[in-house]
């Protein structure tokens, strides 16, 4: 059975710092692993996916890499804002299914 | 707006009652997926459509849980006779056609569910 794990739950940071969002799976045979942002009591927003041939996506301060042989995925935020202050889940879709297998998030607070 | 939506936003209910929530994919997405999610956990698989057909379903999709989608468009799910442990967030998400590789999930606002 596939697990999803992000570690630390919670992290707390000053402004303007660089992030490293941690992520690990325990099943390697993945399609693709997809990093999600979610403001409290909101849906969630997808922010980066990643086909499992590909090593890394970038979008804007956000660059994800994906190492799926040993498991574990990393989320970079440059120059944290304020408004990057939310909860950022890590998903995998497993081989052989459609659906997208979470871990349990971790929530970051940028402080101003 | 072009994004999914789902109604309603909020549901408050007494147990043993039965609710439906409705769920409104992105235009031309056929595939269509149903997730719970509770406070502090990441949300949880229940079900997957591609086009009308259930194709997969989780084992937490218990008999009281029933879900559809009749055209190929919109879906809507049922629990019948709630249970407080039903509270949770509902959340809908499609993707479109294509590969599971390039399969990007997007997700709608969620319908909050509170069983009294």
């Known amino acids: 059975k596939q697990e999803v794990t992000q570690i630390p739950a919670a992290l707390s940071v000053p402004e303007g710092e660089n992030l490293v969002l941690n992520c690990s799976f325990t099943?390697?045979?993945?399609?693709?692993l997809q990093w999600f942002r979610q403001d409290p009591g909101k849906g969630l927003t997808s922010l980066l996916l990643i086909q499992s041939s590909q090593r890394e996506q970038t979008s804007g301060r956000l660059n994800a890499s994906l190492d799926k042989s040993s498991g574990r995925s990393t989320l970079y935020i440059a120059a944290s804002q304020p408004g990057d202050s939310a909860t950022y889940l890590c998903?995998?879709?497993?081989?052989?299914?459609?659906?997208?297998?979470f871990g349990k998030g971790m929530k970051l607070t940028v402080n101003p | 707006d072009t994004g999914v939506s789902q109604d309603p936003r909020h549901k408050i209910t007494k147990r043993g009652q039965n609710v439906t929530f409705r769920c409104d994919p992105i235009s031309e997405h056929n595939r269509l997926y149903w997730y719970r999610q509770t406070l502090g956990q990441g949300p949880e698989f229940l079900t997957y459509?591609?086009?009308?057909?259930?194709?997969?379903k989780s084992r937490l999709l218990s008999d009281r849980f029933s879900a559809e989608r009749p055209k190929g468009s919109f879906s809507t799910l049922e629990i019948q006779r709630t249970e407080q442990g039903d509270s949770a967030m509902y959340l809908c998400?499609?993707?479109?056609?294509?590969?599971?590789?390039?399969?990007?999930?997007?997700f709608g606002p969620g319908t909050r569910l509170t069983v009294l």
């Open positions: 099943d390697s045979a993945i399609y693709n």
């Open positions: 459509f591609q086009n009308e057909a259930q194709l997969e």
């Open positions: 998400a499609s993707s479109p056609p294509g590969a599971r590789l390039y399969n990007e999930q997007f």
């Open positions: 998903a995998v879709v497993q081989g052989g299914s459609e659906k997208l297998v």
